[in-house]
């Protein structure tokens, strides 16, 4: 089971840390990751983290992102700075994706992020 928390409404230019809380899998051992849907668009990939906590990231949020992860609290999190509008989505946790972002079967239910003034 995937559940995720940390989202909101945010003014451009700000910040949110999403966090997933991961239960039913061996997660130390688990690539874990982050997707997004946005109004009216295809669910995309945003940002991966192996147990070897190699990461990888989408080109429009590297810089910007930053994917992490705790062993012990089994979650992983997204550091989100320098929000946009385009950022605006539903944002979705995966378990078992790969690191060139093809998804794993575990979907949590995700958690809304508003970037708006």
């Known amino acids: 089971q995937l559940v995720e928390s940390g989202g909101g409404l945010v003014q451009p230019g700000g910040s949110l840390r999403l966090s997933c809380a991961a239960s039913?899998?061996?997660?130390?051992?688990?690539?874990m990751g982050w997707y997004r849907q946005a109004p009216g668009k295809q669910r995309e990939f945003v940002a991966v983290?192996?147990?070897?906590?190699?990461?990888n990231y989408a080109d429009s949020v590297k810089g910007r992102f930053t994917i992490s992860r705790d062993n012990v609290k089994n979650t992983i999190y997204l550091q989100m700075n320098s929000l946009v509008p385009e950022d605006t989505a539903v944002y979705y946790c995966?378990?078992?994706?790969?690191?060139?972002?093809?998804?794993?079967?575990?979907w949590g239910q995700g958690t809304q992020v508003i970037v708006s003034s």
């Open positions: 995966n378990a078992g994706l790969n690191l060139q972002g093809r998804p794993g079967v575990a």
């Open positions: 039913g899998i061996i997660f130390r051992l688990s690539t």
């Open positions: 983290i192996t147990g070897d906590e190699l990461t």
